[in-house]
């Protein structure tokens, strides 16, 4: 092949790239590149790109000679810029070797700091720096650091030996430890290498740095790296850059220090710097929990009572370069930015910045504070928060009103309140989830290695780390409550169990916690329901200008009609008859109906559903006065109501006066192989039209009564499910006309309506055009038409799906999302098809799908009309709908 480049510089006066370059250089590489290009003080650096990813995988994970040649280039452009030399035992380079997704992956992949020391080295780095102390920590930091993520050795080894180095010495910090401790302690780390790996630890420094480089884009098929792919719809093929950068040392005494900052609160939007600082530290222990760090502000340590001091009162000068330096990269890129730093020896150091991650509540008053200070347009604005995140504002929060027994209170890490049963280890709380139990995954501190426990968890508590934890930002990012930095909480993982002085909880015991207030609860407590006004009303308001497919919601009881008007719901698109069946008042007769042997059985058994069929209706067009609202007609297989226990068949026999025997032989003759693909449906109507006559009588009568009662009449859309044919249709199609007509006359008063069908087979699609003769809507069934087109039962597919989309065989479950080769097209072309034979045609989806934001995108795309989701996901069809409008 021909080779191209794959090494950028950035630094000491040059950019190969730019922030518009993340595809290339990743986010970390692109921005890296724009920061030093604005004049930012940025180490010195080069970006392997995510292309040499992909080669690197396609070629057996090796590197061209190309390549290699272009890194000694990159090499050479830090060597001139620090002047320094890469391995030179009188005055080394050290660097940093770290991934860069073009999205940010928090965690997910590899980092190797002061990557260049070896024994020899790491003495000279002691007398340039005249600070034995930094350059053995330095080097005890490295071996530990390679040994794990290079050599994949026990972590747990060295972390032990630390741990024994500091209580042999009577020692709380790492910062305790004297050179002559650290000089000691790199003896026995590598003796831990030699034992392990079974060889020395890497004395070159080349190898040292090609071993980083291939285990950085290894990282990128990690485990825990393609579970976040999975959770957050990331292509596998995109790949990773890595960015090799001059190590600048926050670990060189009492002036210097490393730090994350935000430049608004990524929980609550708020303005004002946020972030958080260890002095003589490294970055890793601010990310990882290790240290309990400092606050940047002097505000925020009032606020929390803490004592150690802030930044702002500890560094001044240094602070005031970075406030400055905030304001500049937010005006900039023109959103919330997440920053990391180092400040050597009281010089400031700007190491990344990215749009930073923040809750939905956060991302709405972000946009919308943004929108009005004239940084972006209202358009922008809702264009940039993540439809689908707006699902963590629409459930309910801890009612303040309740009682709550307090265990103990750690920081507020990611916002929302949950309970569950406590489990002490990711593996548990997956299993659990997988049983339908609610679980708090609660931890001394995460890793990435926890990222499928924290997904099924339905909140994450941990007794270390800060606001910028790995736990805070991954559960801020999935939209779980997180409390963090839980500092009185004893955790025993292996007894399961944990405590507050004597207060014990124990796996399996039910806790609440509350990611907003960082306080944490033993047992249940009680929530109420959001009020989503404000920034949220605001932004929907943008939202609503600007989108042109209309949304419905799925929806068939008051309860949840009114939840749906609430959220801006545009009518009902899909009002499933037959779960008003199930009541408990109303099954014996519906399997009355079922099991009669004639029409006259069956009529007898309808005339004492019709009132309550009626009722059901009324109730529902009176919440959605004067919108439209589609009322499916009996779809599911009769097996479903069939009785199964003995009481049950008695109670039927006692109803109707039969034989019990005999309604057991009628159960049987009933009795489908694949009921699914059986007698439902359409096919019950045309089988049974007493059944669908009696249901189109309830809703015309309920429709003229609300007519009369409210002045504002409903308009009922008639839905005939499975239809095949367009015989089938039409046949349908008279038994409503009819029922309508003789209602109309006997009540003195028409009402307007429509009668269409699901289109959830693909004959149906492909017949769209007959079928439109007799249809005046569309309502694509999606789960039903997945199903159908893939052959792929929804109810079972949960055993291989997820390999599915692993291996790349489907890019997300198409049960989530739409899949548009397929069932898209089948969409396509009835709507193509339908519309040719009936251009007024209304069409619209209302299977899961519609409160999909990616399917809603293939409907804008499609022309479809409108989009139904259930009523919690109102709000985020309205969004995505608004932004499928403005990238179309």
């Not at 670990?251 to 260890?278: C, H, I, K, Q």
């Not at 304001?327 to 749009?355: G, N, P």
């Not at 109501?641 to 049950?648: Q, R």
Request: glycine share 10%.
């Amino acid at each position: 092949m021909t080779d191209q480049q794959y090494v950028f510089r950035f630094g000491g006066g040059v950019s190969d790239g730019g922030k518009g370059d993340k595809n290339l250089l990743g986010g970390k590489g692109a921005n890296l590149a724009e920061m030093a290009s604005i004049g930012l003080p940025v180490p010195p650096g080069f970006t392997i790109s995510t292309a040499m990813c992909t080669r690197y995988y396609d070629e057996g994970q090796s590197f061209p000679a190309s390549v290699r040649t272009e890194v000694a280039e990159g090499l050479a452009h830090i060597e001139r810029v620090t002047g320094k030399a890469f391995g030179d035992p009188t005055n080394p380079l050290l660097v940093s070797v770290r991934s860069g997704a073009r999205v940010s992956m928090p965690g997910m992949m590899d980092t190797v700091l002061n990557l260049g020391l070896n024994d020899e080295t790491v003495e000279g780095l002691a007398r340039v720096s005249d600070d034995p102390r930094f350059a053995w920590d330095s080097y005890r930091r490295f071996i530990q650091m390679y040994a794990d993520v290079v050599l994949e050795l026990e972590h747990g080894r060295f972390e032990e030996a630390l741990e024994i180095a500091k209580e042999d010495n009577g020692y709380f910090l790492d910062t305790d430890l004297t050179a002559d401790d650290l000089k000691g302690l790199v003896a026995q780390y590598k003796a831990l290498v030699a034992e392990l790996w079974g060889k020395p630890f890497p004395q070159d420094v080349h190898d040292q740095l090609w071993g980083a480089v291939g285990a950085v884009f290894g990282s990128w098929q990690s485990d825990r790296a393609k579970v976040y792919r999975r959770l957050n719809d990331i292509p596998g093929d995109w790949g990773t850059a890595v960015n090799v950068q001059a190590m600048v040392f926050g670990n060189m005494g009492d002036t210097s220090a490393t730090g994350v900052a935000f430049t608004r609160d990524p929980s609550t939007g708020e303005p004002g710097y946020y972030g958080e600082f260890l002095i003589n530290a490294q970055g890793e222990d601010v990310v990882a929990g290790i240290r309990t760090p400092q606050y940047l502000t002097r505000a925020a340590r009032e606020a929390a009572g803490a004592k150690p001091a802030s930044m702002e009162e500890a560094m001044p000068e240094v602070y005031g370069e970075l406030a400055r330096t905030f304001d500049l990269l937010e005006r900039h890129y023109r959103d919330m930015q997440d920053i990391e730093f180092t400040v050597e020896k009281a010089k400031l150091w700007m190491l990344q910045t990215r749009s930073g991650k923040r809750t939905a509540k956060a991302a709405l008053k972000i946009a919308v504070d943004m929108a009005q200070e004239g940084l972006i347009t209202e358009e922008q604005a809702v264009a940039r928060v993540d439809a689908a995140a707006l699902d963590q504002l629409l459930h309910p929060t801890l009612d303040p009103q309740a009682p709550r027994d307090v265990l103990t209170k750690g920081l507020p890490a990611s916002p929302g309140a949950a309970s569950g049963k406590v489990v002490f280890d990711a593996d548990a709380a997956e299993r659990a989830a997988a049983n339908g139990e609610d679980v708090i995954l609660v931890r001394v501190e995460t890793s990435p290695e926890d990222i499928h426990g924290m997904h099924a968890a339905r909140g994450i508590l941990t007794a270390r780390g800060g606001m910028t934890s790995h736990a805070a930002v991954v559960a801020r990012g999935m939209g779980r409550p997180c409390v963090s930095g839980a500092g009185t909480l004893s955790i025993k993982a292996a007894d399961k169990v944990m405590r507050v002085g004597e207060r014990e909880v124990r796996e399996g015991e039910i806790v609440t916690i509350d990611g907003s207030t960082g306080e944490v609860m033993v047992g249940a407590v009680a929530t109420i329901q959001p009020e989503l006004a404000g920034d949220f009303g605001t932004l929907m308001v943008w939202a609503d200008r600007v989108r042109r497919l209309r949304v419905r919601a799925n929806a068939e009881t008051p309860a949840d009609c009114r939840t749906a008007r609430e959220f801006g719901a545009e009518g009902i698109g899909l009002c499933r008859t037959e779960h008003m069946f199930f009541d408990g008042s109303r099954i014996t007769a519906v399997r009355q109906m079922i099991l009669a042997s004639d029409e006259a059985g069956r009529r007898a058994a309808l005339d004492k559903l019709l009132p309550e069929q009626r009722s059901d209706f009324a109730e529902i067009f009176e919440v959605m006065a004067g919108l439209p609202c589609t009322i499916r007609l009996l779809d599911p297989p009769l097996h479903e109501f069939l009785p199964h226990e003995d009481a049950e068949f008695a109670e039927v026999a006692k109803a109707t006066g039969i034989d019990i025997e005999k309604l057991r032989r009628r159960a049987a003759e009933l009795h489908e192989f694949n009921p699914m693909l059986g007698h439902r449906g359409c096919r019950l109507g045309v089988t049974y039209p007493e059944i669908y006559e009696m249901q189109a009588r309830a809703i015309f009568e309920a429709a003229v009564e609300v007519a009369e009662k409210t002045g504002e009449a409903p308009i009922p859309e008639v839905m005939i499910p499975l239809v095949a044919t367009a015989k089938e249709l039409k046949l349908m199609k008279a038994v409503v006309d009819k029922a309508a007509e003789a209602v109309f006359a006997e009540k003195g008063r028409r009402i307007d309506y429509l009668v269409g069908t699901m289109i959830e087979l693909p004959r149906a699609a492909l017949r769209a055009g007959e079928i439109a003769e007799a249809g005046a809507f569309f309502s694509f069934g999606t789960n039903d038409l997945t199903q159908t087109t893939l052959g792929v039962s929804r109810d079972d597919a949960a055993r291989f799906l997820t390999q599915y989309v692993e291996k790349g065989i489907y890019a997300r479950d198409p049960f989530v999302s739409i899949d548009v080769e397929g069932v898209g097209e089948l969409v396509r072309i009835a709507a193509e098809r339908g519309r040719a034979t009936r251009p007024d045609i209304k069409l619209g989806i209302c299977g899961e799908h519609g409160g999909d934001p990616a399917s809603i995108a293939f409907c804008e795309e499609v022309g479809l009309d409108y989009v139904s989701a259930s009523p919690y996901r109102v709000p985020i069809a309205r969004l995505a709908a608004a932004q499928a409008a403005l990238k179309a």
